[in-house]
T-cell receptor, first 113, second 111 residues
Framework: DAGVIQSPRHEVTEMGQEVTLRCKPISGHDYLFWYRQTMMRGLELLIYFNNNVPIDDSGMPEDRFSAKMPNASFSTLKIQPSEPRDSAVYFCASSPNWEETQYFGPGTRLLVL | GQSLEQPSEVTAVEGAIVQINCTYQ??????LSWYQQHDGGAPTFLSY????GLEETGRFSSFLSRSDSYGYLLLQELQMKDSASYFCAATSSGGYNKLIFGAGTRLAVHP
């Protein structure tokens, strides 16, 4: 298996623009997680899905952030409009069940100017 | 609230043994995981404890004491490539795999 795939790997955009991050989980994994990592706040869970259904989105910072999982092999995290404080590394992770380890993708490095 | 505390930095020399401690305060605690992250890389799973005691995986071992809300990661025969950040993460119970991460411990291994 190729592991968790994220795109783009790097994104530079200007404040106010829409940003869409994409994730393909490992096939057969029922759980998908979106994290954000910054020096100041560390690794934060934004939202996670079980069988394509959002379970907990309490970590989503505000209404500018939204996430979808239209099918078992694809998820998006959208920021609209983006702000400089959204600059971070965004990781997607998946796991086969609730007790198993999480496998992280390589991350998307987002810079909002 | 839920929180995990671990030292921010640890320094050691090649071949030595280092222990990274983690204390947690989480509701519905189920287990403690450890992840390694090299600079510019993604977190990768190292170890998981759901029961009290020591789990050994090669040069790495992890320990959990549920009564003390405490765990540690033990790294033996340190190598330069072990220089990385190490995160403890608590899994909450309730049927869902939600991880709460600590702030991470940066390990620097010197010759």
């Amino acid at each position: 298996d190729a592991g968790v795939i994220q795109s783009p790997r790097h994104e530079v955009t200007e404040m106010g623009q829409e940003v869409t991050l994409r994730c393909k989980p490992i096939s057969g994994h029922d759980y998908l997680f979106w994290y954000r990592q910054t020096m100041m706040r560390g690794l934060e869970l934004l939202i996670y899905f079980n069988n394509n259904v959002p379970i907990d989105d309490s970590g989503m910072p505000e209404d500018r952030f939204s996430a979808k999982m239209p099918n078992a092999s694809f998820s998006t995290l959208k920021i609209q409009p983006s702000e400089p404080r959204d600059s971070a590394v965004y990781f997607c992770a998946s796991s086969p069940n609730w007790e198993e380890t999480q496998y992280f993708g390589p991350g998307t490095r987002l810079l909002v100017l | 609230g839920q929180s995990l505390e671990q030292p921010s930095e640890v320094t050691a020399v090649e071949g030595a043994i280092v222990q990274i401690n983690c204390t947690y305060q989480t509701s519905g605690f189920y287990g403690l995981s450890w992840y390694q992250q090299h600079d510019g890389g993604a977190p990768t799973f190292l170890s998981y404890n759901a029961l009290d005691g020591l789990e050994e995986t090669g040069r790495f071992s992890s320990f959990l004491s549920r009564s003390d809300s405490y765990g540690y990661l033990l790294l033996q025969e340190l190598q330069m490539k072990d220089s990385a950040s190490y995160f403890c993460a608590a899994t909450s119970s309730g049927g869902y795999n939600k991880l709460i991460f600590g702030a991470g411990t940066r390990l620097a291994v010197h010759p």
